[in-house]
T-cell receptor
Framework: DTGVSQNPRHKITKRGQNVTFRCDPISEHNRLYWYRQTLGQGPEFLTYFQNEAQLEKSRLLSDRFSAERPKGSFSTLEIQRTEQGDSAMYLC????????????????FGPGTRLTVL | QKEVEQDPGPLSVPEGAIVSLNCTYS??????FMWYRQYSRKGPELLMYTYSSGNKEDGRFTAQVDKSSKYISLFIRDSQPSDSATYLC???????????FGSGTKLNVKP
């Protein structure tokens, strides 16, 4: 399978619990992005990794959110002390270096993890 | 104010119609402009991208960017029921460190 995969696909949790999502990018892609999408809205940028370095992080992200990409391969997004407002689809996307594509970056999205906080 | 504004629709058209989808933006630093299609419960998939101002055509799809007006459009000719989906515009600066998406326009093409 050469696509972006995300696990789990669905997660139901109780308010106050911690949750962790995993994203496996396309193997040769060095860039990885996390987004949050709520119903009727477009994806909202959360954070960006180039290899293992987290180079961009949204100001909207509270301290309860953290992301890692050890060894520049898969990535995890953790939400601590979940709140009902965290209920959303969490999308991961990966891309290769724009310099390898004539200056353009094409993101490939995974199917997302749908989080429901009760 | 959001950096990217997009009419949410929904937009309902008969099969074969020409569809026009639009976005406006406020950040003049945006250089790359993209259109994505998203089906229900799926991740977005890239349709087209344009660098700076101008037009780009790919089959039944034409993307236009007017940087002076901070306005981008996607035209779909001979629309098909299979085009029914949510269309998202997205934008980025030169370094692709961050992407800004519109809220999406839901399109329904009736047979």
């Amino acid at each position: 399978d050469t696509g972006v995969s995300q696990n789990p696909r669905h997660k139901i949790t109780k308010r106050g619990q911690n949750v962790t999502f995993r994203c496996d990018p396309i193997s040769e892609h060095n860039r990885l992005y996390w987004y949050r999408q709520t119903l009727g809205q477009g994806p909202e940028f959360l954070t960006y990794f180039q290899n293992e370095a987290q180079l961009e992080k949204s100001r909207l992200l509270s301290d309860r959110f953290s992301a890692e990409r050890p060894k520049g391969s898969f990535s995890t997004l953790e939400i601590q002390r979940t709140e009902q407002g965290d209920s959303a689809m969490y999308l991961c996307a990966s891309s290769d270096d724009p310099r390898d594509r004539g200056g353009y970056n094409e993101q490939f999205f995974g199917p997302g993890t749908r989080l429901t906080v009760l | 104010q959001k950096e990217v504004e997009q009419d949410p629709g929904p937009l309902s058209v008969p099969e074969g119609a020409i569809v026009s989808l639009n976005c406006t933006y406020s950040n003049s630093a945006f250089q790359y402009f993209m259109w994505y299609r998203q089906y229900s419960r799926k991740g977005p998939e890239l349709l087209m991208y344009t660098y700076s101002s101008g037009n780009k055509e790919d089959g039944r799809f034409t993307a236009q960017v007017d940087k002076s007006s901070k306005y981008i459009s996607l035209f779909i000719r001979d629309s098909q029921p299979s085009d029914s989906a949510t269309y998202l515009c997205a934008m980025s600066r030169y370094n692709f460190n961050k992407f800004y998406f519109g809220s999406g326009t839901k399109l329904n093409v009736k047979p």
